[in-house]
Nanobody, 126 residues
Framework: VQLQASGGGLVQAGVSLRLSCAASGLTFNYCAMGWFRQAPGKEREFVAAISGSDRRVVYADSVKGRFTISRDNAKNTVYLQMDSLKPDDTAVYYC????????????????????WGQGTLVTVSS
């Protein structure tokens, strides 16, 4: 299983950025996919997740209304559209796959995700 995250970079506050995560080696449409982030000196935290069926999404309160998670099962790819970025969004962003979730469930818990990508750095300057 491989998860390849991309799309990070250095941006100014207020702009948008879209992260992508391409997955291989798993039954993608059966996996819940999540985005997590880890800021310097902090623990990794949940950002957003989407069910395999694309019917259920959940967001952390800190990003609700600004970030949008989506997926393209035909391309085995999950996206994180990040709008109105803030300096507090600066972190390494990781995508993760939960292969045991089925089509409908999602999880916000790190421990529920079996596979992780390498992370992509997002730096938001003020």
């Amino acid at each position: 299983v491989q998860l390849q995250a991309s799309g990070g970079g250095l941006v100014q506050a207020g702009v948008s950025l879209r992260l992508s995560c391409a997955a291989s080696g798993l039954t993608f449409n059966y996996c819940a996919m999540g985005w997590f982030r880890q800021a310097p000196g902090k623990e990794r935290e949940f950002v957003a997740a989407i069910s395999g069926s694309d019917r259920r999404v959940v967001y952390a309160d800190s990003v609700k209304g600004r970030f949008t998670i989506s997926r393209d099962n035909a391309k085995n790819t999950v996206y994180l559209q990040m709008d109105s970025l803030k300096p507090d969004d600066t972190a390494v962003y990781y995508c993760a796959a939960r292969s045991t979730s089925g089509y409908w469930s999602v999880s916000i818990a790190l421990k529920d995700y079996q596979y992780w990508g390498q992370g992509t750095l997002v730096t938001v300057s003020s």
